[in-house]
């Protein structure tokens, strides 16, 4: 196997068992959906030791609740994201916890072997919000 892709073995593992059980299953779905019932009747009697069967409707009412599901699953996770968003008038939507703060002066950007010295690259920072419309209030009221 590859050496720099470890992971790569589970997931063709997981992949081909995905597969195998969804075909089986499918296999399985049509025998029940298309066999007539003495058939089904002798399968049961001489290979099997179940007694119930479901009824021969949910045949046609499986395939209608899988469409269903992947219509009304993606409504029901774009409906879970706008829940979990920050309100529109929230300050969360633009400033959090993960941002980065840009210095207040250019003097306190040194690097971190001499301070003394400035970087010569700004350093990649969030900008505030209110610093950028001050900007741009000066720029029009120029």
Not at 75 to 94: A, E, F, H, R
Request: proline content about 6%; aromatic content about 14%.
């Amino acid at each position: 196997m590859i050496s720099f892709l470890p992971h790569l073995r589970q997931r063709q593992t997981c992949g081909y068992v995905t597969f195998l059980l969804s075909n089986s299953l499918f296999f399985v779905y049509f025998l029940w959906a298309l066999l007539p019932d003495h058939i089904m009747k002798h399968i049961d009697d001489n290979y099997t030791t179940y007694y119930y069967y479901p009824p021969r409707e949910l045949a046609g009412y499986i395939p209608a609740y899988i469409s269903l599901l992947f219509v009304f699953v993606p409504i029901l996770y774009m409906g879970l994201n706008m829940l979990t968003c920050p309100k529109v008038d929230s300050i969360d939507g633009i400033w959090d916890t993960r941002s980065n703060a840009c210095a207040e002066n250019e003097n306190e950007r040194g690097n971190a072997n001499n301070s003394n010295q400035i970087d010569p690259l700004p350093t990649i920072c969030d900008e505030d919000v209110r610093s950028v419309n001050l900007r741009i209030r000066q720029q029009l009221s120029k």
